[in-house]
């Protein structure tokens, strides 16, 4: 009966980690705290969290504006656009899978983030200090959401906040019948500042 018992143990234990491991939510001790600076861009520094369920209380600007709960992937996009862009959304509130809206057409206005809205796939390429938004899974409902930092002919360069300390990611794109296709199924599409 024991053997039998550590055998659904080991067994288990050995899904829960493939499954981490699958859905990247494992994260390996790193020597980083929290809080600390792992990267940045265009000056807006990214911070390491830790566990990717972490929270170390909310951020909120001088003038009020709600940027997030510190160091989730939410408060990295919205403060880098109000520090890069100058830009507050409408809605300051939402998980990262709510930032896209799924009523809208390829390249409506989202009016809760004031932002152009693209679909994936879309007519039109991502661009880089787009936000890049993931839908959520069985692992992480509240999905996920980056900035496009790089573009290049087939591939985009994301920097992303709450990944553990990898912070940047290159996912390939292609262009089939007039439409740009981020290559990955979890990817809703992509918002962008109206010019």
């Given at each position: ?92 509130y ?8 799924s ?34 899974t069985v ?27 990898k ?29």
């Amino acid at each position: 009966m024991k053997i039998k018992h550590y055998a659904y143990l080991l067994i288990c234990t050995v899904m829960i980690c493939t499954a981490g491991l699958w859905t990247g939510n494992i994260i390996i001790k790193s020597g980083y705290v929290t809080g600390q600076i792992i990267d940045s861009i265009n000056g807006v520094y990214v911070y390491y969290n830790g566990d990717v369920d972490n929270v170390s209380g909310r951020n909120v600007t001088a003038n009020g504006y709600n940027l997030g709960q510190k160091y989730q992937c939410v408060e990295f996009v919205k403060r880098y656009y109000y520090e890069y862009f100058n830009h507050q959304m409408p809605d300051s509130y939402g998980n990262a899978k709510d930032f896209f809206d799924s009523k809208l057409k390829d390249g409506q206005t989202n009016s809760k983030r004031n932002l152009v809205q693209y679909t994936n796939p879309s007519k039109t390429q991502p661009e880089e200090g787009d936000i890049l938004i993931f839908d959520g899974t069985v692992f992480n409902k509240y999905g996920h959401v980056a900035i496009i930092s790089k573009v290049t002919g087939s591939e985009i360069e994301i920097i992303q906040q709450n990944k553990g300390a990898k912070s940047r990611q290159k996912i390939s794109f292609t262009k089939k019948d007039g439409k740009y296709r981020i290559n990955s199924k979890r990817i809703s599409g992509w918002l962008r500042k109206k010019k």
